[in-house]
């Protein structure tokens, strides 16, 4: 944990430089991409807010931060919140890692597709399905809702189109399960 404390706290620093890529679709028309990558970004705002310092983590201890920063992918990540980690599996940042590596490089991949899906394609349920790069699928159903067909649980995106450079984060009030 002290390794993903240093990373937030140098780029904590640097959140001031990372507006525009955090403020999101609001007011930009053309979603111009952010200015920096997916992980970046997440790092950012959770300097801000707080609101990801889990899924920061189980990111670091499966070694996935290394793809979320790939500058020469397309993702989409649909980011579970603090809350939701807390709700559906009951760790945090500082527990997280305890939870089988496997299973959690599962549970995590399920959240990641790969392009660029901007809110509109999403939450009008545009795309019938989409598929996670664990293999499975995410069922829009339309108002911002998300269903995944496995354990027919749902997903509420609380903050659409936060921009990055390779790609956008969606963060979501739950834990998909596969």
Excluded: W, Y
């Excluded at 993903?4 to 991409?33: D, H, Q, W, Y």
């Excluded at 970046?40 to 609101?51: K, M, P």
């Excluded at 597709?113 to 901007?118: A, K, P, S, V």
């Amino acid at each position: 944990m002290r390794t993903f404390r240093s990373i937030l706290t140098v780029v904590a620093a640097c959140a001031a430089m990372l507006t525009s890529g955090i403020a999101g679709a609001e007011g930009n028309a053309r979603f111009k991409p952010g200015t920096e990558n997916i992980a970046a970004t997440a790092i950012a705002i959770n300097a801000q807010s707080g609101e990801f310092s889990t899924l920061l983590a189980a990111l670091t201890c499966t070694d996935l931060v290394p793809a979320v920063a790939d500058p020469d992918v397309r993702l989409t990540v649909f980011a579970p919140t603090d809350a939701a980690f807390l709700a559906a599996l009951g760790v945090d940042d500082e527990s997280v890692c305890t939870i089988d590596k496997a299973l959690l490089t599962s549970v995590l991949l399920l959240h990641v597709t790969e392009g660029r899906r901007l809110s509109p394609s999403v939450i009008n349920g545009r795309n019938k399905q989409i598929e996670t790069l664990n293999g499975g699928f995410l069922f829009p159903v339309g108002s911002g809702s998300l269903t995944i067909d496995a354990t027919g649980s749902s997903a509420n995106i609380v903050i659409p189109d936060v921009l990055a450079s390779n790609g956008v984060i969606h963060a979501i009030d739950f834990v998909l399960l596969p």
